[in-house]
């Protein structure tokens, strides 16, 4: 499932199986993102420029853009992959991944991919934000 959200220039599509619940979003742009509203997402409440900003900083790629103009998605190109180690998170790796999982079916993973550490993710390999809920450290 996505939603997408514009102001004309600027189309915000959103993924909330993929959300992680990182916040950041909400707490650096809540004019922006706020789950107090419905809908949560309000695209007059900030410039294009600081949406897509904002975007780029989501960790999990749930939040990602494309400018109307354009057909697809912009997606960050990377030369190298880069895994950080979350505190009481997830796996969050940066770059282009293929990810096979046990009955062999592929799947593309482009920007970041935040993979579960917890064990507790309805939607494993990747992480659903359970981490929170049973105080993973």
């Not at 220039?9 to 509203?37: E, G, R």
Request: hydrophobic share 30%.
């Amino acid at each position: 499932m996505k939603k997408e959200y514009t102001n004309g220039d600027v189309t915000v599509i959103w993924k909330p199986d993929v959300c992680i619940h990182s916040k950041i979003c909400w707490t650096q742009l809540n004019a922006v993102f706020n789950p107090a509203n419905k809908p949560w997402i309000n695209m007059q409440g900030a410039n294009t420029n600081e949406i897509i900003e904002q975007v780029k900083k989501c960790p999990s790629g749930a939040l990602s853009y494309r400018m109307n103009n354009e057909a697809e998605p912009i997606k960050e190109t990377r030369i190298e992959n880069l895994i950080i180690v979350t505190k009481g998170g997830p796996l969050l790796v940066h770059g282009s991944i293929t990810i096979q999982d046990h009955e062999g079916n592929f799947c593309q993973k482009d920007n970041v991919t935040a993979f579960c550490r917890c064990g507790q993710s309805k939607n494993k390999p990747f992480c659903d934000g359970s981490h929170k809920a049973v105080e993973f450290e």
